[in-house]
């Protein structure tokens, strides 16, 4: 049974506007929360984190949101970049487990 | 630092052929962490070892696959015989600690396909 689901498997933006990656979870036991951007032929790398005890947290470009009272969380890229193509993958921890949602591959067009 | 080391790269082989992943993780990393990416199940964590200790293998499809780890370099996962439907993506990754807040850090993987 998927514990976190990443309901749109792709999304198109245009160089420069915002890029919107949206993450549901249904485990309320979850405290912390990753995203991980994978390229072809290579492993995923860890982009960004929240708690479960925060709301917000950003980094550059990129910030987490976190709404626990809707178990959902998404990923803003602020301005997104050709660069950022590829697919981004949500992550719940609890414990040393990761559960990862199936992904949702982003193409940024010039 | 040369990141979590994954071999090989990309496996063909035949159905009953026993194969074998190869992983080294990130020096001074106490946890590894076996994963299996497909299109239906998405990424799938197989096997956790902490310290060298198997510590939950609940995610290991069946008695066919096996992991092992004999020493804080080195790990390897193995199926026995190998089966059509095992092909897809294996991960092996490494974290510092093993629990939240520890990043998991992620080697290539190996594609593999079984005929």
């Known amino acids: 049974d998927q514990q976190v689901k990443q309901n749109s498997p792709s999304l198109s933006v245009q160089e420069g506007r915002i890029s919107i990656l949206n993450c549901d979870y249904t485990n309320s036991m979850f405290d912390y929360f990753l995203w991980y951007k994978k390229y072809p032929a290579e492993g995923p790398t860890f982009l960004i984190s929240i708690s479960s005890i925060k709301d917000k947290n950003e980094d550059g470009r990129f910030t987490v949101f976190l709404n626990k009272s809707a178990k959902h969380l998404s990923l803003h890229i602020v301005p997104s970049q050709p660069g950022d193509s590829a697919v981004y993958f949500c992550?719940?921890?609890?414990?040393?487990?990761?559960?990862f949602g199936k992904g949702t591959s982003l193409l940024v067009t010039p | 630092d040369a990141g979590v080391i994954q071999s090989p790269r990309h496996e063909v082989t035949e159905m009953g052929q026993e194969v074998t992943l190869r992983c080294k993780p990130i020096?001074?990393?106490?946890?590894l962490f076996w994963y299996r990416q497909t299109m239906m199940r998405g990424l799938e964590l197989l096997i956790y070892?902490?310290?060298?200790?198997?510590?939950?293998d609940s995610g290991m499809p069946e008695d066919r696959f096996s992991a092992k780890m004999p020493n804080a370099s080195f790990s390897t996962l193995k199926i026995q015989p190998s089966e059509p439907r095992d092909s897809a993506v294996y991960f092996c990754a490494s974290s510092l600690l093993g629990g939240a807040p520890d990043t998991q850090y992620f080697g290539p993987g190996t594609r593999l396909t079984v005929l």
């Open positions: 070892f902490n310290n060298n200790v198997p510590i939950d």
């Open positions: 992550a719940a921890n609890s414990g040393y487990a990761l559960n």
């Open positions: 020096s001074g990393h106490n946890s």
